[in-house]
């Protein structure tokens, strides 16, 4: 069974910064991808990076250019790194490992951000 967690949620004033963590039980360079999500009140969960052995990259167009993804070089933690926090960035983000390219998938307990003056 893969383990996630996620930290490195909190409050945030717009425009600055938070850096989330997703520490796994396993290697994620063994996974076909490691993903960040993120879900707000009242809305669908939503696909915001993906990293895979061939490219790290934002995937929703919100956060472009604003949200960077990374890995580290011992592959156990993936790092959602958010620049420039707007009040729409608000929601709980979620860690999710994809073992094969149909599942399963793995899932972390979600950490809350929140941006707000």
């Known amino acids: 069974q893969v383990q996630l967690s996620e930290s490195g949620g909190g409050l945030v004033q717009p425009g600055g910064s938070l850096k989330l963590s997703c520490t796994a039980s396993?290697?994620?360079?063994?996974?076909?991808?490691t993903n960040w999500y993120r879900q707000a009140p009242g809305n669908e969960r939503e696909l915001v990076a993906t990293t895979t052995n061939r490219e790290s990259v934002p995937v929703a167009d919100s956060v472009k250019g604003r949200f960077t993804i990374s890995r580290d070089n011992a592959g156990n933690t993936v790092y959602l790194q958010m620049n420039n926090l707007k009040p729409e960035d608000t929601a709980v983000y979620y860690c999710?490992?994809?073992?094969?390219?149909?599942?399963?998938?793995?899932w972390g307990q979600g950490t809350q951000v929140t941006v707000s003056s």
């Open positions: 999710q490992l994809q073992w094969g390219p149909f599942g399963p998938n793995y």
């Open positions: 396993i290697n994620t360079l063994n996974a076909y991808s």
